[in-house]
């Protein structure tokens, strides 16, 4: 729905804050957040509009048609946001992580698993063709979490690529953007150019790729987005189990319970990590807390699904009326 005024443009706002959050943290996608708060949508349609059509438009009609033609104030409103959260929580996140990774993996494993359940419910017949869809989506996404970071150089042409694929990873639900990143081996380093530009320490190098990274996003992002609408319009039971399938295999990578392994003291970024099994688990007050995160999580969710599903009537409500 485009934005006529300041009232809807704060939702939208917040939600990118929720996306920019959910960005920042290892296995976590801001498409989930999207998908959950009721804007993926609206936010796949709007960045898919913009192409060649807008110019003729902006030609032909002006700057104000051009501009309405794209959703342009729905996107710059949750850009904003978007970037807001990146700026000012990416330090913060970045210190929950290293100090309390479990009760963050907590937060977003409860997150996650009911949101796929939402997605999956929205579903309408699960034939042979959605079934091989979410089975293949769970192994995908089981299978990218389990593969060992590389160590790529920091060239103009590597951050590029970096920047326009975990774009395409950071629109869809269940595949994290910054756990591309982290794979590529470039989470840290572009994390921490972001952490210097919001203390104002960055030099001419980092500016140079913090903008070739926006660029290659940029790319990523316009290109992606109208093959992820198509999927959307021509098969969206098959295209919504695949996302589902996304979401449950990025699981674990954010189980909560996990130990870590690392023979030494070291940065949190070279620590290597063993999810324990449910025989494993000590059954405590950290236990209990966990839990506890992650079941708020899940209501959270809820909640915010029921005040935004009468506003959809072709959703399922996750918990429905007795």
């Keep these: 729905m485009p934005i006529s005024n300041p009232k809807q443009a704060i939702p939208v706002y917040l939600k990118g804050i929720a996306m920019g959050a959910a ?19 609206e936010l796949i ?20 048609a051009a ?5 342009g104030t729905f996107l710059l409103t949750l850009m904003l946001g ?19 990774p479990e009760k963050l993996w907590s937060f977003f494993f409860g997150l996650i698993v009911i949101s796929a359940i939402h997605i999956g419910r929205q579903i309408r017949q699960w034939r042979a063709s959605e079934v091989i869809a979410i089975t293949l989506g769970t192994v995908m996404a089981y299978g990218i979490t389990a593969i060992a970071p590389a160590q790529l150089p920091m060239t103009p042409l590597t951050v590029f690529v970096a920047g326009a694929i975990a774009i395409c990873a950071m629109i869809l639900p269940g595949i994290s953007g910054s756990f591309i990143l982290l794979i590529l081996g470039k989470y840290h380093d572009i994390t921490g150019i972001i952490k210097n530009a919001a203390h104002f ?3 001419a190098r980092d500016i140079g790729n913090l903008v070739v990274f926006g660029f290659g996003c940029l790319l990523g992002l316009l290109s ?9 319009a021509r098969h969206q039971s098959v295209t919504l189990a695949t996302l589902t399938g996304f979401m449950l295999g990025s699981l674990c990578r954010i189980w ?49 699904d029921r005040a935004t599903s009468p506003h959809n009537s072709d959703e399922k409500p996750l918990v429905e009326e007795q």
Excluded: C, M
């Design 67 to 71: 501009w309405r033609s794209f959703n």
């Design 23 to 41: 960005d920042i943290v290892p296995g976590v996608s801001g498409g989930t957040i999207a998908f959950i708060s009721g804007i993926y949508e």
């Design 82 to 100: 978007i970037l807001t959260s990146v700026f000012t929580l990416s330090t913060l996140i970045s210190e929950l992580l290293h100090s309390h």
């Design 45 to 64: 349609d709007s960045i898919g509009a913009i192409g060649p059509k807008t110019l003729r438009i902006l030609f032909k009609e002006g700057i104000a």
């Design 256 to 304: 909560p319970f996990q130990v870590d392994t690392t023979p030494e003291v070291t940065e949190f970024k070279d620590k290597v990590f063993r999810s324990l099994s449910l025989s494993e688990i000590p059954v405590d007050s950290q236990f209990l807390l966990i839990v506890v995160i992650a079941i708020a999580s899940a209501a959270a969710v809820i909640l915010l």
């Design 201 to 203: 320490e960055v030099n």
């Design 224 to 232: 992606f987005s109208k093959f992820l609408k198509w999927l959307l």
